[in-house]
Each structure stands twice: as C-alpha cells, then as structure tokens.
C-alpha cells in the first residue's frame, strides 16, 4: 500500500507565497508522474502542475511564472512553491502520484487547504 501525507498548506494574504510538499511512503518501486491537483469551491478538480521522473515539468497557464513543483527522488517527495498568489488561488490542493510497482496505479494525497485572502 502506498501512503501520500499532505503539509503546508493554510491561510495567506494575496501576493504571498506558500510551499506544499507530499511525501509518498509504503511499497513503491519507482515513482513516475508526480503532480498537483486543486478543486476550489463549486468546481471541478483540476491540474495545477506535473512534474516526470527525470524532471520535466508542465503547468495549467493560470499559475505559470508564478508556481514551481518540483521533485526529491531520495525523499519520494514532491513540493509546490506558490508565490504571487491570488483570492482565485483559494483551494483544496491535492497532490497525485504514479506508481511503476510492474503496473501503473495513481494515488491521491488527502488534500490541503490554501486560502488566499483579499
């Protein structure tokens, strides 16, 4: 079983910056794709950011040049810099991993709450 545990997340003003980390643990072979998800109020969930194994990254346009993921493979860690924020930042952030145990198989994080107020 694999187990994501979720840190960082709370309450800021706009223009502050916030850092989220996922730390995955349990039987994991090798990590592939590790990313970020969010769902504000009345909303779907959606990607904020992904990250592979060798490190290349993708983000939704509405964070690019203001978020950074990044990845420690030793740690099976993912982290999320979140500068600049904004009231339309305000979220639960998940973080999604998947995991090459010989198969495929994602796991989601429990969630974090952001909150950027106005």
């Known amino acids: 079983q694999v187990q994501l545990v979720e840190s960082g997340g709370g309450l800021v003003q706009s223009g502050g910056s916030l850092r989220l980390s996922c730390e995955a643990s349990?039987?994991?072979?090798?990590?592939?794709?590790m990313g970020w998800y969010r769902q504000g109020p009345g909303n779907q969930r959606e990607l904020v950011a992904v990250?592979?194994?060798?490190?290349?990254?993708n983000y939704a346009d509405f964070v690019k040049g203001r978020f950074t993921i990044s990845r420690d493979n030793a740690k099976s860690t993912v982290y999320l810099e979140m500068n600049s924020l904004k009231p339309s930042d305000t979220a639960v952030y998940y973080c999604?991993?998947?995991?090459?145990?010989?198969?495929?198989?994602?796991?989601w994080g429990q969630g974090t709450q952001v909150t950027v107020s106005s």
């Open positions: 999604k991993i998947v995991v090459d145990n010989g198969g495929y198989r994602y796991y």
């Open positions: 990250i592979t194994s060798g490190g290349s990254t």
């Open positions: 349990g039987s994991i072979f090798r990590i592939s794709v």
